[in-house]
């Protein structure tokens, strides 16, 4: 099925829930099973469990797996997450295993779920801090540059964000110089973007930085 197509569908049923418990160690590279090194690169994606936005991800997705690079989805808990559209993704990981050893970038899509789920998420916190401190290129897109104000990593930096007043705010206060009029605002290895229509230009310059 196409991108084109699962949008033009609303998502109808229930919703599967197939939580596990958490692993003793934290994951980190990608791929969990086995001890093979790969060359590819390799990057974390972070949806909320719900209502992230389609676009958002499924199209860096799409420009990632073409790069051939080896992806993780990553949420709050294993899980099949639910778009706002419609679209399904199951989830790789908990972000509560997961650290940034290994990966070369991490991917934070949007919709109304970040706010829920992803905002104030301390596990996610402390990610964005790990692939900041190591030098990795760090997105976000729609409201869910918030999560990286929450963070600490947008003081003194440029960015954009989704025409959201709180979000706006919150950014704002972080000590960060916001412009949701930009789509798309690239800082040093920090890059954010302001919506949907801004994902394929999100996602080809998170997957040049990665593949830098």
């Known amino acids: 099925m196409t991108l084109k197509e699962m949008f033009s569908g609303l998502f109808s049923g229930k919703k599967e829930d197939q939580a596990e418990k958490p692993e003793e160690k934290k994951l980190s590279g990608g791929k969990k099973t086995g001890g093979e ?3 590819s690169k390799k990057v974390l994606m972070v949806i909320a469990p719900e209502k992230f936005r ?3 991800f499924f199209e860096p997705k799409e420009i990632f797996e073409k790069e051939g690079f080896d992806i993780t989805v990553a949420s709050v808990k294993k899980t ?3 778009g706002a559209l ?7 990981a908990a972000l509560s295993d997961l650290s940034a050893d290994g990966f070369d970038g991490i991917c934070i899509s ?3 779920g970040s706010r829920t789920y992803l905002w104030d998420n301390k596990d996610l916190h402390r990610l964005i801090n790990e692939f900041n401190d190591a030098g990795k290129p760090v997105g976000a897109i729609c409201i869910s540059p918030v999560v990286l104000a929450k963070a600490g990593v947008l003081k ?15 950014i704002e206060e ?15 290895k920090i890059v954010t973007a302001n919506g949907p229509k801004a994902s394929v230009r999100f996602g080809r310059k998170m997957a040049s930085l990665i593949r830098a």
């Open 86 to 92: 419609g679209g399904k993704q199951k989830t790789d």
């Open 110 to 112: 949007g919709g109304g």
């Open 54 to 56: 389609d676009e958002e």
């Open 174 to 188: 972080s000590g960060s110089e916001v412009n949701p009029e930009k789509s798309m605002v690239c800082d040093g």
């Open 80 to 82: 099949t997450a639910v």
């Open 37 to 39: 090194k790969s060359s």
């Open 156 to 170: 003194g930096r440029k960015c954009t964000v989704f025409n959201d007043e709180e979000g706006i705010k919150i």
